[in-house]
Every structure is written in C-alpha cells, then in structure tokens.
C-alpha cells in the first residue's frame, strides 16, 4: 500500500483563517480538511497516513523551527511521496509548499508533488529550486479547480509511488523546472525544423523547442562621491594569471575564481604573466598583461594620486569568462563582491574580454 | 546548375597491394599511398588503419574528417583552391565513396598555448556511448596516423594536415573510375514552383580574423570581415568551404565531411519542390569583436536573405560563446524584415542542465530546433585499441592539463573532446527536453 503525508495550512486543514495564521506546526493522524479531499481520489490506491498543518504566518516567521517539525514527523512517517497543497493562488501558502517540498526531497530522498496556480510566487522559487524529485501541477486561480486539482494530484501521486519514469514537462503536465535532458526525438532536427519553419510561414501554431529567457535586469551602483579617497580593486574575467596556471584554470567553463596579489609590484612584466581564456586570440594579452591588468595605469593614477595612497586593494580577482555558465558566474560574482565588502572596498574597475 | 552525385557505398576497407572497388569492398595500395603522403616533406612518419563501426576501438589526435569525393564531368575539381584551380564547382558529376571516411589524425603540438586559436584534437570511438552520440562512429574509417616535422606554425601545419587526407582521400575514390555507381542523386534547383515559400539556409560562420587561418575557407580562402556570401548548395557537395584542420578536432565543429554532407542542405533538397523552394545557402561571417560589427553583420545577411527573396530561413551555426549574439542579431534582422526564421542549435546548460542553455535571446527567437547539449557528462569506457599518434591525451586543452591514458575508460565533463560530441546541425534525433 502506497502511503503519503499531505502538508496543508491552517486554512486547508480546516481551522481558520487569517485570524490562524499563526497556528504553529501540527500533525493529526490520517486525512483531514483537504487531505480528506485528496483521499477520496485516490480510492484504495494509496493511503494518506497522516496530514501535516501550519499557519501561514507562523511558517515564514519561524522556519527554521517550522521546517525541523516537518521534517521529523515526515521522518517518522516514511511516506511514499509527500504532498503539498494545492495551494492556488496563495503565495505564503505556495511558496511553503515549494520550500517544504524542496527539503523532504533533499534531506529525505522523498519524491514531493504541490500545486499552484502559475502566478504563485511559490512557482518562481519551485524554478529556482529545479528540484528533479520534486513536480508542481497547475491549478486554477482560486479552489473553484478543487476537484480537477486533487483529481491529478492523486494520479500524479500513484505515478511517482510506483516509481513510474516521468517525462518531459510540457508531455506530463507538470510546470518546467528548468532542468534540460537529453533525449531522442522521434524525427531528425533537421525533419522538425523544416516542418516547424514551414508553420511558421503559414502562421499555423507551432512548439519552439527552446523557450526563451528573460534575464535579472542589472542596476548598477551609484557612482563614487570621490574616487582618490576610496579602495579601488581590480576584477577581469580575462585569464590573467601568474604563468604557469597555479589554479589550474580551464580556457573555458571555469568554476572558481581567484586573486593574485599586485602589492608592491609596479608592472606585470610579459612572461611572468600568462592568458588562460578559449574565447580571444591571447598573443597580445600574454605580450602585455596590461590589456586584462592594467596595473601601469593604475599606477599612473596613484602617482598623480588620483586614486589615494594605499588605497589600491593589494590584489585583482579572477576567473576567464569563457563561455562561464551565468549560474556559475552568478556565484562566483557573489563571492567575489562578498570578499571585496568584507575587505572594504567601494569601487571596482572591472575588466571584461 | 544541375550536379549530379554518383554514389559507391564502401562497408569494407582492405589494406593491400592494389586499388580496387568491388561489392562495396573496397582496397588499397597501402604503400602508394604512403608514397603520396611522404611527397610532402613536412609528413615526418605516417601508417594507415582501418577502423570498422562496432569495434572496441577509439582514434586519437583526430583533426579532420572528409569524405572522398572526385569530379568526373563539369568544372573544376573538388576541394577548389586546395586540390584543384580556382574554379566553379557543383555542377556535372562527382564520385563518392559513402559510408566511409578518410581521419586525418595528427600528432602536433602548435605553437599557442591557450586562446581561440589553440591547435585542438579529438577522439571517436567506435563503439559504446560515444559511439550512439556521435555521427562519424557509424562510418568505416581509414585512419592516416601521422606526424609532422616539430615546430611548424599553425597555418604551415594545417596545410600539411589538410592536403594529406583530401590526397588520400581523392587517390581512393579515383578507384571508382569507369564503374556503374550504386545510385546516382541529382541536385538541381532550376524548377521553382511558385505556389511554395523560398527558404534558405543561413548558415552562421564563427571566424577569427586575427588568425592566420580564419577557421573557415571559402574555395580555399579563410573567410575574415567578409559580409554574406551566396553559394550554391551544390558548391559545398563539391568541397568549396573547408575548415581549419589544426582547430577543427573538437566535438561542436564541422569538419569537411559536415560540409561535403551538410544535413540541413540535404533536408532542404529533398524538401525542394514539395513544401518548399530551396533558395541556396548564405554564408555569413560571425562573432565580429564589436556591437557595431555584429549589428552590421546580421543586417547585412537579412537584407541579402530579402534580396534573394527569402519567406523563411532556417538559421544554424558554427562556434561558441559570444558568436551566438551574432546569430540571435541576424534572427532578430531576418524577422524585422518579415523572414520567418527557425534557428537550429546545440546547447549548454551545464553539467545537469540546469543552467541557461544558450548564452543570449532575443524575443524573435520564438521557433528553435534543440538538437541536445554539448555540456553534459559523458563517462566512456576503455577500449580495447587505440588508432591515432596520442596513447595519452589531454582532455582539456589548457596550459598544465595533465594527460590520461588514451586506452581509458575516460570521464569526460562535457562533450568538446570527442568528434561529433554535439550535433550541430541537426543531422540526429538528439535534442534537449525541460522536465
């Protein structure tokens, strides 16, 4: 027999609302409130062993303690598969349900399925997570999509419990993770894009097989008040390093970062100082680590002390840009701006190939 | 302008005293071969191998693969600007030995140590999973394992690669001369049925001006700041765009026998007449250094696209990083112009494709064919025979790489080091689906 834990809020559980919002986590022994609901769909099939609830404030407010609750009595109840919501178009609710989701399948190996409506800010973090254990089905703005939600549900949960192979999202119903693998269509790309550009000229629908992205809008910080008493650092992503490769960087896809120390030297001098980047002829740059460095103007500016005595950072970060995956290069910017803060810098000439 | 291609399949290669072809059997003069690679003094020590599709075997130090091919009526020679005169090619009637390959693998070291101008070589396996990924697993190869003198520049050694397999390659379907091909294919685009949409392939060159060698060669020349250019599908059936042989051993580049059998020109002729007209193929130079060049460049290929009177074009390309700009630029341009475009790629993504698979968008780009990832990890086994100048290889070509044993098992990252690691231009079924 096929056992679940179903996690609710206080609402779906049948205790109140708002005015419950901070009902501290609890579990009650078999199916209750929307449990119930989920029960009656799956028949005989599977059985949900016991519900879990919270208040929506009381989760957000104290996670850590709310998470460890859940996941001791998920521990202890062993389910097959862990279900969370619908939550529709509730954010706290939703995006409780993503996280709680995300931490059973992580911490517990336990497959996990939610639902939401697609605007549920719950959906934004469920893709951020791409937790490839855990699936979030879509559902109707509001619990007028009740039955049709917990009608799937019940049919997903069955699947997952019999450890059934689940396809790709738009084929299974489920929403994207954003995880991409690799498979073999039924027809050559070249058949599918002769046939999908032909479409596409008679304005017939058509699938692109690539969705496309739309990327953070980066702001950049205000300008500094006044450069010469501020701590400069350099940052490129142009491969410079000491020759030899001591970090053994890769000319393409890097995921670590480093810094070199600059302090009391005046120039880099060719040879001492090697390009390790795939993307751009690096001759040049190897005959003058200036054009990714450029300590000598850096130099100049401290003589003419436009950058203040001392306040150039005694070493310049690193990593080749070449083709850097934008989540690793994310990460790695964060890292970078992390030791630079803690460091005390305020500005940064960044050097980009 | 109607060519005519004469097909003689090969599945056996037989090392011996005597040209021959018989049942698709084929034989050769190990020894006259060896004679016409040692005209060349720049080969320093050379042998053959055959390698059959199924085998336990892997070849190493691979730069290029080409088909043989050989013109028997019309203009020119293949390979125009190489092996022959500078002259139209893609018309008349040209041999070809299918289903086999002649694998230029070479030892050479280069004389640049990192950069997009590196000297790069793969491997292929001919069984296990490398082999279900890759297209040239499934051909019979002869391997022509050879070494050049140390020390010569990349342009000097690409010329030696490259005139040592397309010699060999064309000494062996000469072999063919006077017999009845198997089948014979004719390539003509004359007939124009109005009542279809023109279509065209816009096919993106990633080329590095600075570098002796650009990485693409147009009837021998390396293609640099060049706008698009027109060619005649049929001028690539006869070898008039080859590639740089010291860079093109790595598994998202064509090699010659990509472009002698370029699948999206094949799947356009044989569309030709039925759902559409085959307009040609534009070529169009790629990853220009500056905003201002790739806006150029991609306006530039559109409006020729709109000149040839293009309803849609299929649009794929060659390279990595930011050359893609350029393609999503010429996307953008295509669709401003009211060409239909449908962009045929491979993708990133990282090791479990969780990242982004491609480097740039723009919104126009609503119509794409994935045709799977180049990043993901691939873990081959070992083998039980190695071809090829290298008994250890460097999987990753940068400065202090260590090397590992050829033999293997080998555990790739991502696919760059093995021939047909990606397919580039759809020839497969691969593809990549979001779960």
Not at chain 1, 230 to 247: H, M, Q, Y
Not at chain 2, 48 to 73: C, F, N, Q, W, Y
Not at chain 2, 298 to 306: G, T, V
Not at chain 2, 322 to 351: H, P, Q, S, W
């Amino acid at each position: 027999m096929t056992t679940i834990v179903h996690v609710v809020n206080q609402f779906f559980a049948g205790l109140g609302g708002e005015d419950k919002a901070s009902v501290p986590v609890g579990a009650i022994e078999g199916s209750v409130g929307a449990a119930r609901g989920l029960q009656l769909q799956l028949g005989a099939d599977a059985k949900i062993t016991c519900t879990i609830y919270y208040g929506d404030n009381y989760f957000h407010e104290h996670k850590e303690d709310a998470m460890k609750t859940v996941l001791d009595t998920v521990r202890s109840a062993q389910p097959d598969v862990l279900v969370a919501g619908p939550a529709f178009n509730s954010g706290r609710y939703g995006l409780s349900c993503v996280e709680v989701g995300n931490a059973v399948a992580d911490k517990l190996g336990i497959p996990c399925v939610t639902a939401m409506h697609e605007e549920n800010p719950g959906v934004g973090a469920y893709r951020d997570f791409a937790n490839a254990r855990v699936y979030c089905l879509l559902t109707a703005e509001t619990t007028a999509g009740m039955t049709d939600a917990l009608k799937r549900l019940a049919a997903f949960v069955i699947r997952l419990a019999h450890n059934e192979t689940v396809g790709p999202a738009r084929r299974e119903g489920y929403i994207p993770r954003g995880i991409r693998r690799l498979e073999k269509a039924n027809r050559p790309g070249v058949e599918r894009a002769i046939e999908m550009l032909l479409k596409k000229i008679k304005n017939e629908p058509f699938e692109s097989e690539l969705p496309m992205e739309v990327w953070d809008d980066m702001r950049p910080a205000p300008p500094l008040a006044q450069v010469k008493h501020s701590r400069i650092a350099l940052v490129t992503t142009s491969g410079v390093v000491p020759w030899g490769n001591p970090d053994r960087f890769k000319t393409y896809r890097n995921n670590h970062w480093r810094k070199y120390s600059i302090a009391e030297i005046k120039e880099l001098e060719p040879g001492k100082w090697e390009t390790v980047h795939g993307g751009y002829n690096v001759v040049y740059m190897n005959q003058n680590p200036h054009y990714g460095v450029p300590l000598d103007a850096l130099r100049a500016l401290e003589a003419e002390g436009a950058i203040g005595p001392g306040k150039l950072y005694p070493a310049y970060y690193v990593i080749p840009g070449n083709q850097g995956s934008p989540a690793v290069m994310q990460r790695v910017g964060q890292e970078i701006a992390a030791d630079l803060k803690k460091d005390g810098v305020e500005g940064v000439l960044f050097v980009a190939t | 302008m109607k060519l005519e291609i004469a097909e003689f399949p090969v599945t056996q290669i037989r090392l011996g005293r005597r040209f021959s072809y018989e049942n698709e059997v084929l034989e050769v003069d190990e020894s006259a071969l060896m004679d016409l690679v040692f005209q060349d003094p720049r080969i320093t020590d050379a042998s053959l191998a055959v390698a059959m599709p199924g085998e336990k075997t892997r070849i190493t130090g691979i730069r290029d693969i080409v088909e043989p091919r050989h013109k028997v009526s019309g203009s020119g020679q293949v390979f125009p600007g190489i092996l022959g005169p500078i002259e139209d090619v893609g018309e008349g009637r040209t041999h070809r030995l299918s289903g086999m390959a002649v694998i230029a693998a070479a030892e050479y070291e280069g004389t640049i140590r990192a950069g997009t101008t590196v000297q790069r070589s793969a491997i292929l396996d001919m069984s296990g999973p490398g082999a279900e990924i890759s297209r040239f697993s499934s051909l019979t190869h002869l391997v022509l394992n050879f070494r050049i003198v140390p020390g010569l520049a990349e342009l000097e050694a690409h010329t030696a690669i490259q005139s040592a397999e397309y010699k060999i390659a064309h000494r062996l379907v000469q072999t063919t001369a006077g017999l009845s091909p198997e089948k014979i294919s004719i390539y003509d685009l004359s007939k124009q049925d109005p009542d279809l949409p023109n279509v065209m392939l816009l096919q993106g060159c990633i080329t590095d001006p600075q570098h002796v060698h650009s990485g693409v060669g147009y009837y021998g020349l390396a293609l640099r700041d060049s706008m698009a250019t027109y060619v005649h599908p049929n001028e690539l059936f006869d070898g008039a765009v080859t590639v740089d042989t010291t860079r093109s051993g790595r598994g998202y580049y064509p090699t010659t026998w990509d472009w002698q059998n370029h699948p999206l020109v094949l799947g356009l002729y044989e569309a030709h007449g039925r759902c559409l007209n085959f307009g040609g193929v534009i070529l169009q130079r790629i990853r220009f250094e500056t905003y201002h060049g790739k806006e150029v460049g991609a306006q530039n290929a559109a409006r020729l696209a709109k000149a040839m009177k293009a309803n849609g074009v299929l649009v794929t390309w060659i390279g990595g990083g930011n050359a893609f700009v350029d393609v999503m630029f010429t996307i953008r341009a295509c669709e401003r112009r009211g060409i239909k475009t449908t962009l045929v790629t491979y993708e990133n993504g990282g090791r479990d494709g969780k990242d982004s698979p491609v480097l740039f968008y723009v919104s126009e780009a609503d119509a794409v064919v994935s045709t799977g990832s180049l990043d993901r990890p691939l873990d081959l086994p070992a083998m039980d025979k190695v071809i090829g100048p290298y008994e250890q290889i460097k999987i990753f070509p940068f400065p202090g790489a260590a090397p590992v044993s050829a033999r293997g098992p080998l555990s790739l990252e991502a696919r760059d080091p093995l021939m047909g690691g990606a397919d580039i231009w759809g020839q497969g079924a691969w593809r990549c689906a979001e779960y």
